[in-house]
């Protein structure tokens, strides 16, 4: 990928320098108030990063060690840089949208999660898995002096705002950044997730993320 002026390096978890367009958010729009933004996915990031980017310095965090298998991970993970390679590419004049990588925490997410393999979607598996991600990135985004965090989590249907408000306003109250409290699906924001999908020709994945939910979702087809 090709260095921007003016952009700090970050390493991601493969140890590989990323420049250029992953932080040039942060680096070019200094008016603008910063954002770590949580991505679970390529699919659920266009809807909340075309609504954020107008108005915030916008840098999206990939941190998803909840998906369990290695292969589905990087798939999504290099679907989601098609999509702001292209978005970035759409919007040059206006702004940039930054990409920083997590680790991928697998073991850790498996050693906590294996003991509630059986709870349904929606359950204790869920809210631990949340707060995992959520958690890192508050952390993250209290690291690197930025204004707000959130996640694109809340634009899926599936998903409890409530629950993720709560975890984000706990977290705020622990690293002092602040929780941007928006329900990514209000105003057809998964509606509009899909439309932008087919548009940049995004894989959409059919189950959420760890294998407990896939193997689940697999024997209630059988
Ligand atoms: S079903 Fe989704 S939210 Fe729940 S634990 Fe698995 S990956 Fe996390």
Not at 103 to 110: C, G, S, V
């Amino acid at each position: 990928m090709k260095k921007a002026d003016g952009c700090i390096p970050f390493v991601n978890s493969e140890g590989s320098l990323i420049y250029g367009s992953e932080i040039a958010g942060i680096a070019l729009m200094p008016e603008k108030p910063s954002v770590l933004l949580h991505a679970c996915c390529g699919p659920c990031s266009t809807s909340c990063v075309e609504r954020l980017a107008p108005d915030y310095a916008v840098t999206v965090y990939y941190y998803n060690p909840n998906i369990t298998d290695r292969e589905e991970y990087y798939l999504r993970r290099d679907t989601l840089l098609q999509f702001l390679n292209a978005f970035n590419e759409d919007h040059k004049e206006s702004f940039t949208v930054g990409y920083l990588e997590g680790a991928y925490d697998r073991e850790k997410y498996l050693d906590k999660a294996t003991a509630l393999a059986d709870e349904p979607e929606g359950g204790k598996r869920c809210d631990l898995c949340f707060a995992m991600r959520l958690a890192e990135t508050a952390r993250k985004a209290a690291e690197m002096e930025m204004e707000y965090f959130t996640t694109t989590m809340s634009v899926s249907p599936h998903k409890n705002y409530d629950k993720i408000k709560e975890l984000g306003l706990m977290l705020q109250e622990e690293t002092g950044v602040k929780f941007l409290d928006i329900d990514f699906k209000k105003k057809n924001g998964f509606g509009r997730s899909v439309e932008l999908s087919k548009k940049y020709g995004l894989y959409r994945q059919n189950f959420c993320g760890c294998d407990f939910a896939r193997y689940a979702q697999n024997d209630r087809q059988k």
